[in-house]
């Protein structure tokens, strides 16, 4: 079975140079229903702390720079 605890390996995946989390936004944890997003506030980028989720897709929807890739696994596309 696949080890998948290092943290490049979580399925939200933020581009940082499209994150403007440094200028206030905070869409992406705000529409996470299961709050798995926050915010680095040393860096100014959002980021996933928790790796869980439902694959909802608002957090990529909602972004406003398009920041955020959300990897959805095979068996469920
Ligand atoms: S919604 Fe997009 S721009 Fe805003 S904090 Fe999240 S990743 Fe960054
Ligand atoms: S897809 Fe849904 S559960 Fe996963 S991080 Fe985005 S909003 Fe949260």
Redesign the pocket.
Known sequence: MPISSHITSV??SVDEDKCIAHKGCTV?VD????D??AIDFVKGKAY?QFD?????????KDCPTGA?H?DIPYLLR
């Open positions: 399925p939200v992406c529409v996470c229903p299961l798995v997003l996933m869980e989720c439902w694959y909802c897709m608002p957090c990529e955020i959300v």
